[in-house]
């Protein structure tokens, strides 16, 4: 049958509740938890201190030196091993203490999105006009995980767990997608399973796939000509790339209703009375899986050929990167979610809420505040809809259990000011905290329980079957200089 | 939250079989229903010979005179009281027998499609080069109506039952949806509850929404000129027709993935060398609900004053007609189900499984043959996916229980000629009497539970909510001798 | 220098006027020519009568047969050998008289235009509802080139000039082009001049070269879907044309001044709801000449692939036919004009003036009336505007001469009622009677003056140069019976 | 007659030459123009100078502010009365000497154009990398016109001539138009005459229109949404760009030959997951002549809307500036024709054409050198191709005579790195000099013969007719500060 039916099974989501509820119930207390709760505790200020000035260094893909080196330096003043500028990245790097089997990772992002700079008020307030800003969070991010793998630190330093703990820092997830050069380059292969978290306006195990994605550029190559005196000697590329978005839009029509392209016209002639000689524009195609995604992308890079022909122009096309859907691991996603419950919401103060409701007058959203409540696990739906990550890829290689935790004010439009307000202030510390808590929590398990682990692997390598990963990313050098400009 | 699912929900539909499995055990032997079934087998040959000559017929909507005659006549021969020419329409009637509560109607079609004429062969063979043909099977949905309105009418006249049925022939599904017009005159007021079915691939109870949809036509009026000598003096409707059409294409980006925008060029200029001052355009919207409809038709409408002002010319949209999709009734579905369920499926000689493969092997399709079994009734989808119908509106004025019946080899292309060819010979008529058995079966619940009717018209009643139907029909008489040509 | 100037120049036109009144000075009373125009004075009834057939058969391109006969059968009851069906063209023939050099060909038109049928009153009002009509005069034309030829057969028979006169029956000039096969035959390889004229709203000789022209049509093949249910399984040939037709509108930005591209969509889908898997378009391109209009017409072609490539389609290109531009032959085109001026503006009544004032009335057009007067012959212009004729092939084999003939009103728009009106009643035969008698006048120029007959040819060889003609036609017979809809 | 004749009047242009050449012999010697020929020639080193500095400023519109202290500076220190910072430009200045009438007016631009910036070498090399160049030659513009008038001050401050001259400062020719708000102002009120010229690769009195311009922008505001997580929520004004873009190119088929249209996309979102909620196109329009030009510019100001309409957003349309084409003077004109044959061409040394072809060579032109010789003055043609001037502004107020003089090499691509090598070397200020020369012995006609200024004056007030001088200009200050990008 090729029907697609939307909807939402709530006797399955109520069977999950009552699942959840009695696994709430078998919760015993667990020293080792205990332990790494009161880490991150304890190292509330200097976490919320390397936080802060990410936050302030407002730097963007593969631009983060000052951020990579905070949280580089913190780790290595901590005891980690650092291996600094992995996979041909200077802000990536590896941090990694202990030895031995398991290894668990943890990833660390803190790169910042153009144009968001904002102070920590509820209102629109640029800290540096112009600046680049936190508007996903990625400072509270990458801390978050540091903290995490401190905490496990800690234990292992105490001979409490075996094994080894390593934190990825992972540059470029806003644009390029840092991760896919650091896969590329086989930093996970030895890893059992890896974990990861993203500042969020709710707080959850995040069980849902995300979409795919590519990101290619097209350019045109023309012929320049006088536009009043002699057009008819120019050939534009332009018009070719004017023909081009048209057959894109065209095109809508026949695509499946999980699929989305969006484009970005980067260059269409640079002055009025000339017929450009060069255009260029930045095409993304997204599905929910890498199988549907790719015919598409097929699709849309052989139309430039199309479009050139009519404007009797040149074109080159060149992939830029991509990522895969996100290869859920329910198995250790219930993990986390037990200890979710065990931890229950974050608590706010008064002034907290006053100021997300705040925030939320100013962005048109209900004035709830806070939402930190955890409900069940959710079902993984088969076709995801929103956003994206490069985490995605690193899903493909090693088991990902991921989560979401409350830094900003429910309903807070992401990328935007009014997440890097709350990202520089109490109510993203807490989440901060929060995360790290929840994920140095469940890599507890994960060292403590073997048996767990290789559930996790098992549903990993049952998922995966016979696919052979290969990340959407050109041959060569990751693009660090490159002059893509988004 | 924003967030769509897209899955099957298992669980719910293996518990859904486990109640219907349950009550096929409690059925028991129904006097009345034996009645009926056999009152569908006497009277096979006189339904045969009917649908086969509205079948040879081949009139399209509006234009079904003889269709509605051989239908109407019928009814009058035995006993029931007819009222051509209803709702202004000249091939719309009413068909009643019977006298006081309950008032149970049935639904019957009976229009052809341009263009598909065909023999009774398994390959592509025009009985009229270039005519009509019955590529929906409604020559066996009219008479399969007809002959379940005369089952009941025989136990009505024995006394056997008390009320009345009323057949409706509905003319014009294909094209302009007689239907609204019927609803509209209010011949439906005074009705309990309405039956209908459709030829199909599959036997079962019908139980998803469809899509609701409009039809409108946009018009340019410019100004011609020489296209050679002095363009510049043409105001040419053609650039605003394809004004019109690449907006509603880059629109595409903006609608939800429920909806559908398509249309048909009808008139872009009739000769090369002259600036157009005349184009037109159908235009059809979707989507799974009203609600969702109304907001993009309105937009898509807006549009061609848009593109009237580029092109600088006059424009009018004016409305064909439109339906809402079904509002369906599953306490009224399940009572047909286990009718589906008592009866079984269809047997079939192997002549007739032969000529089937015959014609999956010429469309392509696997050659399975004739497929119907009765599964579990479905969910039904909060997103219908596929087509539309006018059955959608008699919906939301009475509730309205609907069965698909077996017509046609499994996988079978619809609006085919293949679909002609098997709804002309034994495989139709075979689904014509059994559709017609399930329909007068289910009557027969209705006119003996009086209880059953209340708990229809409750679901009805509290699925309708305040919504005071309103159809999508302009004013004024039905478009008998419209020019509209698709 | 690349620049052109747009202007006219009134000292040339000056000088034109005294060189052609000191022409007519010197012209004394010619024996000959008085007995052409006493022959045509003769025949006027008879030629009326072909002519007035004609109007009323109402023929199209390839479809003249009554018309043609008319004419043909004429010729032969007048003592010409005709020869019918010439050149794979039913309706096409030869008739000719006399023999031995020189040869003077004659060419005469004959077919109507679509949807033009009108009355002989000066408001629209037709003949017969959406029937053709003489909307180009064409029933004249014919009529007044034979009635032509037939003056200079009597002069042949009595012997008072010597060689042979040969009349050309040319359909298909509205649609086609059928002089191109008659070209290709090689029926006008042993011509020495050949004559022409053309109704028209003033008189005079015709020296401008018209446009060159070619037709092609555009086939895109796709797959056909469902629109609403799995439109990504369809590749839709609509699309295809769109973004095809949005390219030659971004293209004409690149084509010189002197260019022109108009198309008219032919098919684009046939139902509301169907992806459509064929669509056809046909596409004119024009340009001052043959040299200019070839990179253009091979350009739109290409676009072809382009929008095939971005629709995911197939694709054919197919040469309908085309025309060269006309090879003025001034030398020939100075002796028409003599006779013009010798023979001064037709007369008309005062009943004539009015209804052509009532037509200039209804159709927008200062009411002055009908123009004979004969002004000095223009210059001809380097870059042409306006119309184009495939009576510009012949003149690139033959040298030709060419006459515009008042028989509507001035300012009358051409293809229009107006012009069927005028066509069909004395205005008209009063046109084609002045026609016929400086057509012959001129003819006795051709036999009585051979140094004036080398004179024509050194012009024509010059100005032709290295040039081979080749016409724009395809391989293969006529397209008459061919199902391209204009 | 609505037809239009593209041609070259040769007889006219011979009668042309004939009586320049009569004029040529009436020559006499000038003890004036011999004085201002050695005033040119004295001050050389000193011109020089000045306009090597303006070459290496290398400033663009409106930022002009050491080339216009270098001229400005320069004047004051010649004598002249300085007046800086008219009508509300900084840069824009008025440098005046003498009293009483006649008052000649010169015009002198110093704008450079961006990103030409080019060494002094045959071959593409930038002075500074993606610094603006000198590619118009105003270096040399400004100061030849400023020289011409320090000769003339010469002549005023012996007493040989009578009257003032007045130099104008005039910035920003390559974009916003400058003129156009010193015309605003009445700065050209009281002048009799004005003189202007230009560096060409040829030396003529230019007769030429150019083409009357427009520049307008649209904005449009939208809405933003995610383009994957809820693409329907945002109204995207790169989609209302696009279709405006679309909309502009049909037009092209209903403008008239005369007529050019161009745009440059300024903005058309910013990122590629984002839909956009601003876009901004800077238009461009241009015909032969202001009257034509009025309608093309408010239709394509008027499909803003429906580009509005059709994608929901909202927009606005603002005036940038605009030029009217020039009023030549032919009177004034055949004066400096004179002096140009009485000049006679430019000497070129050896290494100069050496340079000139190696040039050509590396512009892909023929290797002809330098030419630099006296035509006949040309034909002013009706509809003119090419470019536009604010020139055309000052010569809608008072009479304007306009040269071209050698600077370049022949048939250098105009506004390249070619011409910024050219003017920043010898060729350019040969070219200069000449200017300057040819230019002040037309202005000593003026002062010396009342008669020809009457005539001069008679012509313009005949041509300018009815007409009510308006410039294309917004209300307020220039837009000294704007963000406009080009």
């Not at 890079?301 to 996100?326: R, T």
């Not at 899903?395 to 990202?423: D, Q, Y």
């Not at 520089?424 to 929590?441: P, T």
Request: glycine share 8%.
């Amino acid at each position: 049958m090729n029907k697609i039916n939307y909807r939402i099974s709530l006797l399955v989501a109520l069977m999950g509740v009552s699942i959840s509820v009695s696994a709430q119930k078998k919760q015993k207390p667990n020293p080792q938890k205990e332990a790494v709760i009161a880490s991150v505790d304890n190292r509330f200020e200097e976490l919320t201190d390397v936080s802060d000035r990410i936050w302030s260094f407002e730097e963007i893909a593969f631009q983060e030196t000052q951020s990579a080196a905070a949280l580089s330096d913190y780790a290595e003043s901590l005891g980690f091993k650092v291996t600094r500028g992995v996979a041909g990245i200077p802000t990536a790097f590896v941090a990694e203490y202990g030895s031995g089997k398991p290894i668990i990772g943890i990833l660390g992002e803190f790169d910042a999105l153009p144009g968001l700079s904002q102070n920590t008020v509820p209102y629109k307030s640029p800290l540096h006009e112009g600046a680049p800003g936190h508007g996903c969070g990625h400072n509270l991010f990458g801390t978050a995980s540091l903290g995490a793998a401190a905490a496990i630190k800690d234990l292992i330093e105490k001979g409490e767990i075996q094994g080894t703990v390593r934190f990825y820092g992972t540059p470029a997830e806003e644009k390029f997608f840092g991760k896919l050069w650091m896969v590329r380059e086989g930093l996970f292969e030895d890893v059992d399973v890896v974990m990861d978290w993203h500042p969020a306006a709710e707080t959850k195990t995040a069980v849902q796939k995300g979409l795919a994605l590519v990101d290619f550029q097209v350019e045109f190559f023309g012929q320049a000509a006088h536009a009043s005196a002699d057009p008819w000697n120019g050939r534009s590329t332009g018009d070719a790339l004017e023909l081009y978005t048209t057959g894109i839009n065209y095109y809508r029509e026949h695509i499946k209703p999980t699929v989305r392209i969006h484009y970005h016209i980067q260059d269409a002639g640079k002055v009025v009375n000339v017929v450009p000689d060069y255009s260029r524009i930045w095409v993304r195609v997204r599905d929910s899986s890498r199988e549907g995604l790719i015919p598409v992308w097929k699709r849309v890079e052989a139309m430039a050929e199309g479009a050139a022909i009519m404007a009797n122009v040149e074109y080159k096309v060149s992939l830029i990167s991509g990522v895969h859907e996100v290869l859920v691991n329910r198995t250790g996603s219930a993990a986390l979610q037990k200890n979710l419950e065990s931890l229950g919401p974050i608590s706010y103060t008064e002034e907290e809420q006053d100021f997300a409701k705040k925030i939320q007058e100013a962005t048109g959203k209900p004035q709830i505040g806070l939402v930190s409540k955890i409900d069940p696990m959710e079902e993984t739906a088969e076709h995801s809809m929103g956003g994206s990550t490069d985490v995605g890829d690193v899903s493909w290689v090693v088991p990902t259990i991921r989560l979401s935790a409350t830094t900003a004010p429910n309903g807070t439009p992401w990328h935007s000011w009014a997440v890097v307000a709350s990202s520089g202030m109490s109510i993203g510390h807490k989440g901060m905290a929060y995360a790290a808590k929840a994920l140095s929590m469940t890599m507890v398990d994960l060292f403590q329980n073997p048996e767990l682990v290789e559930n996790v692997k098992a549903e990993f390598k049952e998922k995966k079957g016979d696919y052979v990963y290969k990340g959407f990313v050109p041959d060569g050098p990751p693009p660090i200089n490159s002059n893509l400009q988004d």
